[in-house]
């Protein structure tokens, strides 16, 4: 299991923690944020295939931000996903 924490820009969290096993994503943190909600997108996400975790939450966006917490997760698994 490789450990990953990326840095995020124009969202709450300062930063979001996971896994990649196997091609699958674990462990999932968003550090900051809305609790509700982060912890919600960690525990739907256990488990899942990391490239669809990709293919459904890049490109979600939070108010005008043109970016969210589910699609700095996906950027961040993405970036993993092509080391």
Known sequence: ???YT???QNICPRSISFSLEDGKIYNIKFHG??????KAI???LEGTD???VVDI???NECGNKGTSCADQLARG???ALAE
């Open 1 to 3: 299991m490789k450990d």
């Open 77 to 79: 698994v993405e970036k």
């Open 50 to 52: 990391a490239q669809r």
């Open 33 to 38: 944020g809305c609790p509700g909600n982060t």
């Open 57 to 59: 939450l890049k490109g």
């Open 6 to 8: 990326i840095p995020t």
């Open 42 to 44: 960690a525990k739907l």
